[in-house]
């Protein structure tokens, strides 16, 4: 299927990496989280995009890695025709003004 068929715009990387931590106790946090931020960081270099199901809430600034401009477009269209007051909004946002983004209907 096209890539721009669908809203999963990495179908053709050939690596997911999912990068997670568990800890029994509150103190243990810090090093894990600081720990798998050390591994992100040093495969940084080699990542291309990221995936929409992997994300923290708030996480917009980043739209881009998670989908290309083509359906991003088509994403907020349709939200602009199904969703125009935004109801659905706790998930990674596409808001439906596209004010914010560099293209015209």
Known sequence: MPENHTAYTHRNKPYLIH????????EEADNYYTCMENVWEKL?????????????IGDTDRLEEFYSEEIRHRLINLKKHYDPENIFRNNLNLKPDTT????ED
Not at 19 to 26: D, H
Not at 44 to 56: H, L, R, S, T
């Open 44 to 56: 940084k270099p080699y990542a291309a995009g990221a995936d929409v199901n992997f994300i923290e």
């Open 19 to 26: 990068i997670s931590n568990i800890f029994t106790s509150m």
């Open 100 to 103: 914010n983004y560099p293209w």
